[in-house]
């Protein structure tokens, strides 16, 4: 059988935008139906009149059905200098997460540089601390943290509900991963409960955008490069020849090891020290190899105190952890006994393999 007589494939469907025309589509049939039944009813009263016609009114505007277009979206990205990937998502369903994440997974799979912004209708502490958080902003939170991409939340609510029982939240944010310099900012500019959310993205940013990287080295392979690419000392004759002789040095080393480094994401959950007790570890650390070369009794006096408050700080730190770890759980999900039983589990302990002759 020839391969070119196979009929073409069917188009793929989008199951949430045709769940989504066809709520609007019913919504639609049934107001009109409500209007037309409206009016034929005849109002109930003393003096019987003959009913007449209804006759068109072009000075009353009339309510429009239809849906609202994707340019009123309350969300925008803009970028300046280099081109990079732009995905808008809708907010996932209130019932169900499932597909939440891996939607994600689907939209940033082999992108360098990519940003997702929309209504994500997912609420946690960490960019909504004044209200409550649900699971798709639990299950964005644990994604972000793990994948090692950046969550862009504005600091002004982003949806102010018209009803009074409701409470303003921040749920309009933006996904990136390879951009780590982005501001949001909410305006309220429109009469609608959403708020339009500007996105600025600076694309001069060198850092790092996962925090969770570790950068490998093979020195060896740096002096190799180094030693190839730098032939001796350069002639200088003048200010302009010092500085080109710095530039090139400059690029040389950077060059060298980028091309002798590679990085490693660590997947897994880790934990933020803050800078000030980083800063302490590296004193104390200073004053334990001081100590060791000097018996000076007033270092062993300072190191022992350093010791308290870096073991103070970081005890501080679990404790805070597990605090959030506790307000994310629910009853509804187990979540909540999956945390006990990974607390209370016991490593297990594999006895020494002996054989006739002992180990």
């Known amino acids: 059988m020839n391969p070119l007589n196979k009929p073409p494939p ?14 609007k589509e019913a919504m639609e049939a049934e107001k009109l139906n409500s209007q037309a039944s409206s009016s034929t009813q005849v109002p109930a009263g003393n003096n019987i009149s003959k009913p007449q016609p209804n006759k068109p009114q072009p000075n009353k505007p009339k309510p429009q ?9 309350p969300t925008q990205a803009s970028p300046f200098s280099t081109p990079s990937d732009n995905s808008k998502i809708p907010k996932p ?23 997702v912004v929309g209504d994500f209708n997912a609420k946690h ?8 958080g649900n699971k798709a902003g639990t299950a964005l939170h644990n994604y972000a943290r793990s994948s090692g991409n950046i ?36 305006h309220y500019e429109l009469s609608s409960d959403h708020n339009p959310v500007h996105f600025v993205i600076n694309f001069n940013s060198h850092s790092s955008h996962l925090h969770n990287c570790k950068i490998i080295t093979n020195w060896n392979k740096y002096q190799d490069i180094l ?18 002789a710095i530039n090139s040095l400059n690029y040389n080393i950077h060059s060298a090891i980028n091309n002798s480094s590679k990085f490693k994401s660590m997947k897994q959950d880790f934990t933020l020290v803050p ?20 018996r000076y009794p007033p270092l062993k006096t300072e190191l022992n105190r350093l010791q308290r408050e870096i073991k103070r700080d970081l005890s501080y730190i679990k404790q805070r952890e597990w605090d959030d770890a506790l307000v994310e759980c629910n009853h509804s999900d187990n979540s909540l006994h999956k945390l006990i039983a990974r607390a209370n589990k016991k490593p297990v302990t594999y006895p020494p393999l002996l054989g006739f002759q002992g180990l």
Do not use: V
Not at 93 to 114: A, E, V, W, Y
Not at 163 to 171: D, H, L, R
Not at 230 to 243: C, L, V
Not at 275 to 294: D, G, S
């Open 125 to 132: 502490k960490a960019w909504n601390p004044r209200g409550n």
């Open 93 to 115: 369903p209130t019932q169900t997460t499932q597909n939440f994440i891996p939607d994600l997974i689907k939209i940033f799979r082999g992108k360098s540089q990519c940003i």
């Open 10 to 23: 069917q188009p793929k469907i989008n199951y949430w935008e045709e769940r989504t025309r066809k709520r």
């Open 275 to 294: 800078y000030p007790t980083r800063i302490k570890i590296r004193e104390k650390n200073r004053l334990r190899k001081l100590w060791q070369h000097t």
């Open 227 to 244: 030693s190839s690419t730098i032939a001796g000392n350069p002639t200088i004759n003048n200010e302009e020849d010092i500085e080109d």
């Open 151 to 186: 969550i862009s939340a504005p600091s002004d609510f982003t949806r102010i509900p018209n009803q009074t029982n409701y409470n303003a939240s921040i749920i309009d944010l933006g996904l990136s991963c390879g951009l780590n310099n982005i501001t949001a900012e909410s």
């Open 65 to 73: 059905t239809q849906p609202e277009s994707s340019s009123s979206k």
